[in-house]
Nanobody
Framework: QVQLVESGGGLVQAGGSLRLSCAASGRTHNNYPVAWFRQAPGKEREFVGAINWSGTTTHYAGSVKGRLAISRDNAQNTVYLQMNSLKPEDTAVYYC??????????????????WGQGTQVTVSS
C-alpha cells in the first residue's frame, strides 16, 4: 500500500507561482508513475500531468504545458508540481495519484490506484 499526502496549496494572485508536493509513504520502492489531477467545483477531475518512475518522462495536459512542471526526488519519496504563470482558471483542488508498480503513465483517473486527499489552489484575478 502507498499513502500519498499533498501539500503546498494556497491563495496566489494571477501570474504567481506555487509548488505542490506529494509525499509517499508505506512502500519503499518508487518504481511507479505519479500523476497530478485537479478538480474545480462542478467539474470532472482533470489530468494535469504525470511523470514516470525514473523521472525521465513527463506528459502534460495542453492547458498547462509550458507553465507547469513535474519532477520527483525518489530519495525523498516526493513528487513536485511547480506551477508558474498561474491563471484564475487553474483554481481547483489538486490531487496526486500513483499507479501500480511497472505501469505506464496514463491520463485516466480510473487507472490510478492510490490517491492523496488533495490540496486547494486558489488563483485570484
Amino acid at each position: 500500500q502507498v499513502q500519498l499526502v499533498e501539500s503546498g496549496g494556497g491563495l496566489v494572485q494571477a501570474g504567481g507561482s506555487l509548488r505542490l508536493s506529494c509525499a509517499a509513504s508505506g512502500r519503499t520502492h518508487n518504481n511507479y508513475p505519479v500523476a497530478w489531477f485537479r478538480q474545480a467545483p462542478g467539474k470532472e477531475r482533470e489530468f494535469v500531468g504525470a511523470i514516470n518512475w525514473s523521472g525521465t518522462t513527463t506528459h502534460y495536459a495542453g492547458s498547462v504545458k509550458g507553465r507547469l512542471a513535474i519532477s520527483r526526488d525518489n530519495a525523498q519519496n516526493t513528487v513536485y508540481l511547480q506551477m508558474n504563470s498561474l491563471k484564475p482558471e487553474d483554481t481547483a483542488v489538486y490531487y496526486c495519484a500513483g499507479r501500480s508498480v511497472g505501469a505506464s503513465i496514463s491520463w485516466k483517473p480510473s487507472d490510478y490506484d492510490y490517491w492523496g486527499q488533495g490540496t486547494q489552489v486558489t488563483v485570484s484575478s
